[in-house]
């Protein structure tokens, strides 16, 4: 098992240098740091009885001196045992043995525990993540560096879930696990996002059953909230397939990992985006395993790009069903399907995974004559003669879109921004949605005043040919008065919801922010003890560099931005 962190020891050739020089370079650089490495000790652990009668082990994190046990929500206290190296130790003058119960690690408290002599052996922060649920992972390696390490490299493992009060809600294996991300997984974040597959179809904490599920780190937002009230926004105003999710506790073999939201995958399920799965239908026309076949280009003469595979044989139907990911083009990778319409946007299709060169043209034209049909002033395609509103949703649009203004994301027109199509026999329209990533949004960004202003209208200060939102917004103005009706039905009363100025319905998905964070609090301490990353990261300067300042930051966000677009957006404003 190796879960470790380790300070990397400084150069052998620093040693030799005079103290004179070393302190003109100190003067230089800046102060360096003189903190003790931090680590899990796999001699210092609880064992306790989790769910139906299983045995789960922690160790304890150690820094400066102090060991820490982070210990999940529904713990029982009397199933605890307390391992450590010395066969005896002391508690208030009492002899403990390591094995022995140990109902004397109360949560929120620091002990000493003593060795015969008196003298003080062991030091422990009992802390406990109350009020949100623990996922289990232990991996077949017993170790998470190769993941962290490479996206490419992939783990077996099993995976064991709780709720609340420490009741089993899954136990189950896992056929892949591997990191996810991209910006985010870089060396310079060391708490890295995971994507997990199951081996079987499984409910994990209510969301309903499904295989692919995603583990984010949320490092750049330390309110650990902006993602999870997106989502959860989504889903109260109705965003076409708006995914569920939740915060957990994350443990990896046995070592306390962090908050984190777990959350559905996008992707062709019938608890998820629930359409006509194309990728199956083609396997079964052709004889070779769809990744066997080669990449392929195509270039039409409105220089438009198609990406596909070599795949010889296509299924009677094609229009459906896709799911596909508008992207930048710096993350634009050609050798995955897709394509990029003749006004520069780039969009892959992340399903099928393995496109033919009919299925990739097919979805791209429609994408093209919906570009051009946007950006002329009535609307329609001066090719095809279509209309914007018959080839796209013109209501899951305009509530992606509000969401976006809502939340000033920075990625609001280059990545995670994702569209589906049913086949035609049950639908003829692209759908916007389901909502994806947004870490870097709600003033948490470290560049651009207009992202961070929560006055500032996104779609009036910021428009290219290739800005699906913006040229809509901007261009339909039967559009624009949609998205104001969205915004005054859907959004307003969520936003009210979560500055506690309106009771959520019983079925509804959001909450006050006050409570998101009375939620989370416990976690967001231990995970904030766990990792520093305000350490490596500038982007807090604008948003609190605390979890606290950040929430509250993050009220004062939504407050404004609620009064700013109560007035771009009523219904009688121009």
Not at 174 to 192: I, Q, V
């Amino acid at each position: 098992m190796n879960c470790s962190i380790k300070a990397t020891a400084p150069p052998k050739i620093l040693m030799h240098l005079s103290i004179g020089f070393f302190i003109m370079l100190a003067l230089l650089l800046g102060p360096i740091s003189t903190a003790a490495a931090a680590s899990f000790r796999t001699d210092v652990y609880v064992e306790f009885t989790y769910g139906s009668n299983q045995v789960q082990r922690i160790y304890a994190y150690e820094k400066s001196k102090t060991c820490y046990l982070f210990l999940p929500s529904g713990i029982a206290a009397d199933t605890m045992r307390l391992f450590f190296p010395q066969e005896t130790l002391y508690f208030e003058g009492a002899a403990i043995q390591s094995g022995e119960a140990a109902a004397f690690l109360v949560p929120d408290s620091t002990i000493a525990l003593q060795n015969q002599k008196g003298n003080k052996a062991l030091t422990l922060s009992i802390m406990q993540g109350n009020g949100i649920p623990s996922a289990f992972v232990q991996t077949q390696s017993g170790s998470v560096k190769a993941l962290e390490r490479s996206k490419s490299n992939t783990e077996t493992g099993h995976l064991t879930m709780f709720t609340l009060d420490g009741s089993l809600d899954a136990d189950t294996s896992l056929e892949k696990m591997r990191g996810h991300g991209n910006s985010t997984f870089n060396a310079n974040f060391p708490k890295r996002s995971f994507q997990i597959r199951l081996s079987k179809k499984t409910d994990l904490i209510g969301m309903g059953k499904a295989k692919a599920y995603v583990l984010l780190a949320e490092w750049l937002d330390l309110s650990q909230l902006r993602s999870r009230i997106s989502m959860d926004m989504a889903r109260e105003a109705g965003v076409s397939s708006a995914l569920d999710c939740t915060s957990v506790n994350l443990y990896l073999n046995g070592c306390y990992h962090g908050t984190y939201l777990l959350a559905e995958k996008v992707g062709i399920n019938a608890n998820r985006v629930d359409i006509y799965d194309l990728e199956k239908a083609t396997e079964k026309v052709n004889d070779l395993p769809l990744a066997d076949y080669q990449p392929i280009r195509e270039i039409d003469k409105q220089y438009q790009q198609y990406y596909a595979s070599d795949i010889p044989n296509d299924p009677a139907d094609i229009t459906g069903g896709y799911i596909l990911e508008l992207i930048g083009s710096s993350r634009f990778n050609r050798k995955d399907s897709g394509f990029i319409t003749s006004n520069d946007m780039c969009v892959t299709i992340t399903e099928p995974t393995h496109t033919t060169m009919a299925q990739t043209r097919y979805i791209g034209e429609i994408f093209d004559r919906f570009n051009r049909a946007i950006l002329n002033k009535n609307g329609t395609d001066p090719v095809s003669g279509e209309r914007y509103d018959a080839l796209f949703d013109s209501t899951s649009l305009a509530k992606v879109l509000v969401l976006l203004q809502i939340s000033k994301n920075y990625d609001h027109e280059k990545n995670s921004l994702y569209f589906y199509k049913d086949s035609d026999t049950v639908d003829t329209k692209v759908y916007a949605g389901p909502v994806w990533d947004f870490d870097r949004s709600y003033g948490n960004v470290n560049t651009g005043y207009w992202v961070n202003s929560p006055t500032i209208d996104l779609y009036r200060t910021s428009t290219k040919t290739w800005y699906l939102y913006g040229n809509l917004y901007n261009n339909q103005s039967d559009f624009a008065l949609l998205v104001k009706q969205v915004y005054q039905s859907s959004y307003r009363p969520a936003l009210e919801i979560l500055l506690g100025l309106r009771t959520p319905g019983d079925a509804s998905p959001l909450r006050s922010l006050d409570a998101y964070y009375e939620e989370i609090a416990p976690s967001a301490a231990m995970n904030f003890t766990r990792w520093n990353p305000f350490a490596v990261t500038s982007i807090y300067k604008h948003s609190g560099r605390t979890f606290e300042a950040s929430v509250k930051n993050l009220k004062i966000f939504l407050q404004k931005r609620m009064d700013a677009l109560n007035v771009t957006y009523a219904l009688n404003a121009g």
